[in-house]
């Protein structure tokens, strides 16, 4: 890729994936000053170079640490010699954001470090809307009369100051949420203004801060002491709330509440927290904070009495029963994804699924989501640039040489672990023709998934012309698998990826997509075979047709929407986004969901017409229509072109693809019962030699083994 820029007009500049040293000496960027370990710019001409971020930067950009007038990026300096940048005071001699009208500069390092963010929040337009703040998150505050100008607490810790004037605030004061909701007033939302010395309607004392949240409904208030109590955080580590029975013990009389721990209804006594005003059932007080559920794949669940700004689920559906959860009670959440579940479904599956998480700094640093991940490589050779860790070579188990990563990227190209076209980085091999994609390299060789009772075992056969039906769409394929050793289920990993999660985004619906999570539908081991029972529905009756090929599988394993009549079977929920190029068109082919045309449709490839209803593969550059199972071909996860050699043939004998589209001339009869091979078969690699058998036929190449 060649660019001209604005700093080196002379000779254009030439992209460099990759530049480790230049004649025995450190390469240093003319941009930054910085050395140079990853892509840059250079110049063939001479000894210029720009590391590629540094190239693209901005050419204007505007900073309310200058906010009177934009600043325009310089090669160098405007005034002669080294220049001061405004902001950390320090001499450069490199690109520079500049002001002509009021002399005022930016390196390139202030202009873009993370470690001065700007704050840009409710509570800096209220307390101090004249200057930017900006995040010094190291610097320590000592002494006496050093106290945060909103909450009026001694300065510690990370926190917002402003450069013109002795203003500071603590990082928490300065990030408050501009609207929140409290149980004490859950009738309305909070919103955050400037105090005028209201009174607060849980402490009744008169607020003393900036700030106070205000209800504009009622003119109910809290200041921010009572809108964040010490307890309501301490309950997230299942400790800190004080909970006392809200009746008189001699009292006969039970009161109808809303459980504010599980979020269901109750007509007996409740038991309360008088600081934060929650009310909950007397079994509830002892629900655990931190569970273990075998129907989740990460390690742990948290329970929360209300889903607080920053860890608010974009999920308003329970991760067990499918049905919506209302996030203004309490909920069971995961950390580290976007899943919630009821309180009730997750104690109903803690019987036999969930347990305790204890914590065991042993364990931890030997497992990942809980179970042990051992890894399907081994590190040849590895480099860092800065703080980050590139793996160049590994050894992987599935293949006889070492993999080298790459990345350059060929439409043609297709993974040998998932048979999905390659998409970067990936490793590929310098010897023959195997890649895999970084997706697939990161698969542990150990899997527990939470719908199968046993661990499965990712494998791989080298060497092999097998091919092997995946167990949950039922489909012919070769590459990685996981396998397990009880019942000899096999999983295409293209299928593993799609249902490891609790849930998926599909692009070719808005709304989130589940697996039904009843227990009954876990796959479970017998020596009766393998396989899922039928999915059914609440009424009984076997779900209906995908709705993105009108077809009800074979496999019956259908990705349900809990918000609309959307089902969606394997086949079509891992069709490729991107098809490999069709010897029909010359350029890819991507999956789409919807016909904007008002034509009847047809395929080019079968040249018969489509449903408009149903999904298609399609090239806008070629008005290119086709039906998937025509763009993809009969065996799209079979990858033609392995080489192995037999005991009984004198030469390695390739698997090839001899589609119904070859000549009358170049259909070869098989050796073993004299018919056209068409579709699959093994052939000799030697031109003089014109062996060729039907794989899919057993009688036919069985001669090649017995």
Not at 44 to 55: G, V, W
Not at 390 to 398: G, L, M, N, Q
Not at 586 to 592: A, I, R, S
Request: net charge negative; proline share 6%; glycine share 6%.
């Amino acid at each position: 890729m060649e660019v001209e820029h604005f700093c080196h007009p002379d000779h254009p500049l030439i992209l460099i994936n990759q530049i480790l040293e230049y004649s025995c000496e450190l390469v240093i960027c003319s941009g930054c000053e910085g050395p140079i370990w990853g892509p840059c710019y250079s110049c063939t001409s001479c000894y210029f170079f720009l590391h590629k971020k540094c190239a693209e930067l901005p050419r204007e950009i505007k900073r309310r640490l200058h906010r009177r007038h934009p600043l325009h990026l310089l090669a160098k300096s405007p005034y002669e010699g080294n220049y001061r940048c405004n902001r950390c005071d320090k001499s450069f001699n490199c690109f520079v954001y500049h002001c002509s009208f009021c002399k005022f500069d930016l390196d390139i390092k202030c202009a873009f470090q993370p470690g001065f963010l700007e704050v840009d929040s409710q509570a800096h337009q209220f307390a101090h809307k004249d200057h930017p703040l900006i995040l010094n998150e190291e610097q320590e505050y000592h002494g006496e009369g050093v106290v945060c100008s909103v909450c009026k607490e001694p300065m510690s810790g990370p926190s917002y100051s402003c450069i013109s004037c002795n203003f500071l605030l603590h990082k928490k004061c300065a990030e408050l949420p501009p609207e929140i909701k409290r149980h004490i007033h859950p009738e309305h939302p909070l919103r955050l203004l400037p105090n005028h010395h209201m009174i607060c309607g849980f402490c009744k004392e008169t607020c003393c801060e900036s700030f106070v949240y205000c209800c504009f409904v009622c003119e109910f208030n809290l200041h921010i002491k009572c809108a964040f109590p010490p307890c309501v955080y301490a309950a997230d580590q299942d400790k800190g709330h004080q909970f006392r029975s809200l009746l008189n013990p001699r009292s006969l009389k039970s009161i109808s509440f809303t459980c504010n721990a599980c979020g269901t209804d109750g007509d007996d006594s409740p038991f309360g927290c008088t600081m934060c005003q929650l009310v909950v059932h007397e079994e509830c007080i002892s629900l655990p904070g931190t569970l273990k559920t075998a129907l989740h794949h990460h390690p742990q669940i948290i329970h929360t009495y209300q889903l607080q700004q920053g860890i608010e689920s974009i999920n308003k559906y329970c991760g067990i029963c499918r049905r919506e959860v209302d996030t203004e009670y309490g909920v069971y959440y995961c950390p580290d994804c976007d899943f919630v579940a009821h309180v009730k479904c997750s104690i109903e599956y803690g019987d036999s699924a969930t347990e305790i998480v204890e914590e065991n700094e042993e364990e931890q640093s030997v497992t990942v989501d809980g179970q042990f991940m051992e890894p399907s490589f081994r590190v040849v050779r590895e480099i860092k640039r800065g703080e980050e860790r590139i793996i160049e070579e590994i050894e992987h188990f599935s293949h006889q040489h070492n993999l080298i990563l790459n990345d350059k990227v060929d439409d043609d190209l297709k993974c040998d672990g998932c048979m999905l076209p390659i998409s970067t980085p990936f490793y590929s091999c310098a010897s023959c023709n195997f890649f895999l994609d970084k997706t697939c390299i990161e698969l542990p060789r150990r899997k527990k998934w939470q719908n199968h009772e046993n661990q499965l075992i990712l494998s791989y056969n080298q060497g092999s012309h097998d091919l092997y039906q995946c167990d949950v769409c039922k489909q012919d394929f070769r590459g990685l698998r996981y396998t397990c050793d009880v019942c000899g289920l096999w999983i295409d990993v293209r299928c593993f990826k799609s249902i490891l999660e609790d849930s998926f985004k599909h692009g070719g619906h808005e709304h989130p997509l589940y697996l039904p999570a009843d227990r009954k539908n876990i796959l479970r081991c017998s020596n009766g075979g393998r396989g899922f029972a039928p999915w059914e529905t609440d009424d009984g009756e076997i779900i209906p047709h995908c709705s993105g090929c009108c077809v009800s599988e074979e496999s019956r394993v259908f990705f349900k929407c809990v918000v609309c009549d959307f089902k969606l079977g394997m086949k079509c929920a891992t069709l490729p986004c991107k098809a490999i190029r069709h010897e029909y068109d010359d350029h890819p082919l991507f999956l789409t969901y919807i016909n904007e045309n008002d034509y009847q449709p047809s395929c080019i490839i079968c040249e018969e017409d489509r449903d408009p209803k149903l999904w298609f593969y399609r090239c806008e550059e070629c008005d290119f229509d086709a039906h998937p199972e025509c763009a993809l071909g009969k065996l799209p996860y079979v990858k033609p072109g392995v080489v192995v050699t037999f005991r009984k043939h004198p030469h390695p004998i390739a698997l090839v693809d001899k589609t119904e589209d070859y000549r009358p001339q170049e259909k070869k009869a098989c050796d073993t019962c004299g018919e056209p091979c068409d579709g699959l078969a093994l052939e000799c690699t030697d031109p003089n030699c014109s062996f060729i058998v039907h794989r899919k036929r057993r009688q036919c190449w069985k001669s090649l083994i017995w």
